[in-house]
């Protein structure tokens, strides 16, 4: 390609980044300048003075990350088209489960109570069920019912009419109202009080409400209502008679699963997020190294579904280059990497994470002194010849008659 006299470093980044790695050198390594080769997409930036050792390891780390490329861009093409169903993604058996049991609900007029930890996709599930129910044209609405306070909530569930308290200058509507011919979600439903519950179960059982100063109750067209209570409890026996009766009305019970109970479903569900980070910050494309994959899968994720969202977010805005490496992933995640590898025996040969050429190199290193110097003995454990064990050893730059 012809390189024009005006054209500037970034200019060719922006001409080679989709052929190449490219590492930016600048005598002018300011913030701003740094923070545009990353958005478009320099593989690293490096201002001047440099040490030349150090452009060479980049180099290298970069090229191997080229020759890995186009396995990983097959694996994730393979992951980027999950089972999914209605913006639930996952295959585990947990989540098959899932799908089954909304497959059935979905079409019916049950009441639905959707328990689960938080951060586990409650909503995700509420939205399934109003996707593939015959309602599905109708509205969804959703409300925080934890968020509110008593006196709020019942006004924004049921309405209030003119006049009912200071400000109310019109009629209006709840979203109970709102909801008809649709599905209604009350997001921490467990944390209304026993007064609030009593009138959301009259609301249930007939099909009416009413408005707050409101001498006459309402009756709609019913819809749909999804429950979700993040501290579900074992036992009915837990519970006040009001919660206890209003429980009973939920014919059925969805159980989201944690993340750890669907491990296998945690690199596509990172792939969906990685797509999803990429889009949004219009950031170049990104995969996620082998590495980072199984760190992913390894963590314990107490945040759930939601802190894998937000741990891939994180890792797009810090990663370089074309690759999401574990280095890029948040503090936590790396510092539980770090003790996995602490307490594994073999953490003195790659503790560290090296590249297969530096484990290929240490491996040498410990044959070499299994064998006590003996290079015979040392191609016969490795299943080489002398003449490749020389070639190896000087392609490592160790030296043989010191072994």
Same mark, same amino acid.
């Given at each position: 390609?012809?390189?024009?006299?005006?054209?500037?470093?970034?200019?060719?980044?922006?001409?080679?980044?989709?052929?190449?790695?490219?590492?930016?050198?600048?005598?002018?390594?300011?913030?701003?300048?740094?923070?545009?080769?990353?958005?478009?997409?320099?593989?690293?930036?490096?201002?001047?003075?440099?040490?030349?050792?150090?452009?060479?390891?980049?180099?290298?780390?970069?090229?191997?990350?080229?020759?890995?490329?186009?396995?990983?861009?097959?694996?994730?093409?393979?992951?980027?088209?999950?089972?999914?169903?209605?913006?639930?993604?996952?295959?585990?058996?947990?989540?098959?489960?899932?799908?089954?049991?909304?497959?059935?609900?979905?079409?019916?007029?049950?009441?639905?109570?959707?328990?689960?930890?938080?951060?586990?996709?409650?909503?995700?599930?509420?939205?399934?069920?109003?996707?593939?129910?015959?309602?599905?044209?109708?509205?969804?609405?959703?409300?925080?019912?934890?968020?509110?306070?008593?006196?709020?909530?019942?006004?924004?569930?049921?309405?209030?009419?003119?006049?009912?308290?200071?400000?109310?200058?019109?009629?209006?509507?709840?979203?109970?109202?709102?909801?008809?011919?649709?599905?209604?979600?009350?997001?921490?439903?467990?944390?209304?009080?026993?007064?609030?519950?009593?009138?959301?179960?009259?609301?249930?059982?007939?099909?009416?409400?009413?408005?707050?100063?409101?001498?006459?109750?309402?009756?709609?067209?019913?819809?749909?209502?999804?429950?979700?209570?993040?501290?579900?409890?074992?036992?009915?026996?837990?519970?006040?008679?009001?919660?206890?009766?209003?429980?009973?009305?939920?014919?059925?019970?969805?159980?989201?699963?944690? #993340?750890?109970?669907?491990?296998? $479903?945690? @690199?596509? !569900?990172? &792939?969906?997020?990685? /797509?999803?980070? =990429?889009?949004?910050? %219009?950031?170049?494309?990104?995969?996620?190294?082998?590495?980072?994959?199984?760190?992913?899968?390894?963590?314990?994720?107490?945040?759930?579904?939601?802190?894998?969202?937000?741990?891939?977010?994180?890792?797009?805005?810090?990663?370089?280059?074309?690759?999401?490496?574990?280095?890029?992933?948040?503090?936590?995640?790396?510092?539980?990497?770090?003790?996995?590898?602490?307490?594994?025996? #073999?953490?003195?040969?790659?503790? $560290?994470? @090296?590249? !297969?050429? &530096?484990?290929?190199? /240490?491996?040498? =290193?410990?044959?070499? %002194?299994?064998?006590?110097?003996?290079?015979?003995?040392?191609?016969?454990?490795?299943?080489?010849?002398?003449?490749?064990?020389?070639?190896?050893?000087?392609?490592?730059?160790?030296?043989?008659?010191?072994?």
């Amino acid at each position: 390609m012809n390189l024009e006299s005006d054209q500037s470093g970034l200019d060719l980044l922006r001409d080679l980044r989709s052929q190449c790695p490219v590492i930016l050198i600048t005598g002018f390594g300011t913030l701003d300048s740094a923070v545009e080769a990353a958005r478009e997409g320099a593989w690293d930036f490096i201002s001047k003075p440099f040490k030349v050792d150090e452009v060479v390891n980049i180099a290298r780390r970069a090229l191997e990350q080229v020759e890995r490329g186009t396995a990983e861009d097959r694996k994730a093409e393979q992951l980027s088209a999950p089972y999914e169903q209605g913006g639930l993604i996952g295959r585990a058996p947990v989540m098959i489960e899932i799908y089954n049991e909304i497959a059935r609900v979905a079409p019916t007029r049950s009441t639905v109570l959707i328990t689960g930890a938080s951060g586990t996709g409650k909503e995700l599930v509420a939205r399934s069920i109003h996707y593939h129910s015959t309602r599905s044209s109708g509205p969804f609405v959703a409300i925080n019912c934890g968020a509110l306070t008593e006196t709020l909530l019942e006004a924004e569930l049921f309405g209030h009419v003119r006049g009912a308290f200071t400000g109310a200058v019109a009629d209006r509507k709840g979203l109970w109202e709102e909801a008809e011919g649709g599905t209604l979600f009350l997001d921490e439903v467990g944390d209304t009080s026993p007064v609030m519950q009593v009138k959301l179960l009259r609301a249930l059982q007939e099909g009416e409400i009413r408005r707050v100063g409101a001498t006459r109750a309402v009756r709609g067209r019913q819809s749909r209502h999804c429950r979700d209570e993040s501290r579900s409890r074992a036992r009915s026996k837990d519970w006040d008679l009001s919660r206890g009766s209003f429980y009973r009305l939920c014919v059925v019970t969805l159980r989201a699963p944690l #993340l750890t109970e669907r491990r296998t $479903d945690i @690199p596509l !569900l990172a &792939e969906h997020f990685l /797509r999803a980070s =990429l889009k949004r910050h %219009e950031r170049p494309r990104l995969r996620l190294s082998e590495q980072t994959i199984k760190a992913l899968v390894a963590y314990d994720w107490p945040g759930n579904v939601r802190e894998l969202e937000s741990a891939i977010e994180y890792a797009v805005l810090h990663a370089r280059g074309n690759e999401v490496t574990a280095d890029d992933l948040p503090p936590k995640l790396q510092s539980q990497q770090l003790k996995a590898a602490a307490r594994s025996p #073999l953490s003195a040969l790659f503790g $560290d994470l @090296p590249s !297969l050429e &530096e484990l290929e190199r /240490r491996y040498l =290193l410990h044959v070499l %002194e299994a064998a006590g110097g003996n290079r015979t003995r040392a191609a016969e454990i490795l299943g080489i010849d002398r003449r490749t064990l020389y070639r190896m050893a000087e392609r490592y730059t160790i030296n043989l008659d010191s072994e």
